[in-house]
């Protein structure tokens, strides 16, 4: 029988998960976290493209042509191949304001990036208690089955010598029915909750170990989120963008120079067959004169998306300070629900026992005991939820001061 007992729970020690092991599980598997790391990634090529663009480039190609009839001045055959170099000397401003852009656009990334992360650690801690939640209070209904059932066999037996009534056994009859009822509930709630936190994770969640969360010592430094640091990368995105469109207004110059060799068949006298080449040295000059404020109203737009980003960049940081104070508060809260939670757990103890050793002998009636039976089990499950969130109150607190959750876990 022992080494029965032992096989049973071998495997649910090995399959146990650590709310470390999700959370690093979580930042490695997370397909949006993969997604938006090959986005930042996707940021970085295109920078490295703006980047490049200042060097010169060079192209080849080749044609050929055929005409039906030929004449003195064009054969009936050409073949041409070349090679053109070319370099922008001036572009009016624009690479460097594109390049400035890109850069913006991939600290942007990253900080989207880094506060996806820190939210998803947030939401598997959540999940984590939750479940841990859900867990206590099944254990707890478990409990009260037992209770139920073995209380329902002694009034069977008392039934059977004609010392209790039908109703008796009845009343016990539906509380224990309902109490599974609700097991098989709270069951299936658990199920949801671990379905939900595997697609997070990448992985199957069987059982999970206990966990506690450091408790904030010292108040935190003012610093604003990832997220708010994101928007505010792209709105110097958008003051870049807005000087890249401006360059159109400036003067370009463009240095190419490009080396044809050509080739003739079926020629006249005129024009004799042979290898030809030539090379050709183009210096360009182009600015923009008048566009009906096609260029103007451009750079007016990209200025107001850059200054509803902004709007949005003030709120975010007022709502972070708001989320700041409130995730103290809820620690404070928290604690205060877990005092409280305690005595009412005591004094629910207590007066099961004493209301049952009455029921024992007749002094009260089912209706008491089975009241009191409740008031038990729901405490013994508040208990249990008040210290699981309090934990919840430390990573939110954490979350909301740009700092990894992941760092605080014990």
């Known amino acids: 029988m022992k080494k029965l007992a032992l096989i049973c729970i071998v495997p649910a ?70 090679v053109k170099i070319g370099l922008d000397i001036y572009d009016g401003g624009y690479k460097s304001s594109d390049i400035a852009k890109n850069k913006a656009l991939l600290e942007a990334s990253k900080f989207e990036t880094s506060a996806y992360e820190k939210s998803l650690q947030l939401e598997i801690v959540q999940d984590f208690y939750n479940i841990k939640n859900t867990q206590s ?68 969640v069987q059982t999970l170990e206990d966990a506690t969360i450091t408790p904030p010592t010292t108040a935190a430094t003012e610093e604003v989120s990832d997220e708010i640091k994101a928007l505010m990368a792209n709105v110097d995105s958008y003051e870049h963008m807005a000087s890249s469109i401006e360059s159109s207004y400036n003067p370009k110059f463009r240095l190419e120079n490009t080396y044809n060799v050509y080739d003739y068949d079926r020629t006249d006298a005129t024009h004799p067959e042979g290898l030809d080449n030539q090379n050709k040295f183009l210096l360009t000059f182009s600015m ?26 003030e709120q975010s940081k007022k709502l972070q300070n708001t989320n700041i104070k409130l995730s ?25 026992e004493t209301i049952l ?54």
């Not at 790391?37 to 080749?62: C, H, I, M, R, W």
């Not at 404020?293 to 107001?304: P, S």
């Open 357 to 410: 050793e009455k029921y024992k002998v007749g002094a009260v009636d089912n209706v008491a005991y089975l009241d009191a039976l409740s008031t038990k089990t729901d405490a013994k499950s508040q208990y249990e939820k008040a210290q699981n969130d309090l934990q919840v109150a430390y990573a939110t607190y954490y979350y909301y001061t740009n700092q990894n959750i992941k760092e605080y876990i014990q």
């Open 288 to 313: 923009r004169l008048y566009d009906n404020a096609v260029i103007k109203n451009q750079k007016e737009a990209t200025l107001l998306q850059k200054r509803a980003l902004q709007k949005q960049v």
């Open 13 to 82: 020690f090995i399959y146990a998960h650590t709310l470390q092991e999700l959370l690093d599980g979580a930042l490695s598997n997370n397909e949006i976290v993969s997604s938006k790391k090959l986005l930042q990634e996707a940021g970085q090529k295109q920078l490295e493209a703006s980047q490049n663009s200042y060097f010169p480039t060079v192209d080849v190609g080749s044609s050929y042509q055929s005409l039906n009839q030929k004449t003195p001045n064009a054969p009936g055959d050409v073949y041409n191949g070349f």
């Open 137 to 204: 209070t099944i254990k707890a209904l478990e409990e009260k089955s037992l209770q139920l059932e073995a209380e329902l066999e002694r009034i069977k037996k008392f039934y059977e010598v004609g010392s209790a009534t039908k109703d008796e056994i009845d009343k016990l009859q539906a509380a224990f029915s309902n109490n599974i009822y609700t097991i098989e509930t709270s069951k299936y709630q658990l199920e949801t909750l671990k379905q939900a936190l595997s697609i997070k994770i990448a992985s199957e």
């Open 328 to 352: 103290l508060m809820k620690i404070q809260t928290a604690k205060s629900q877990i005092i409280s939670a305690k005595e009412s757990l005591e004094s629910a103890n207590s007066a099961y």
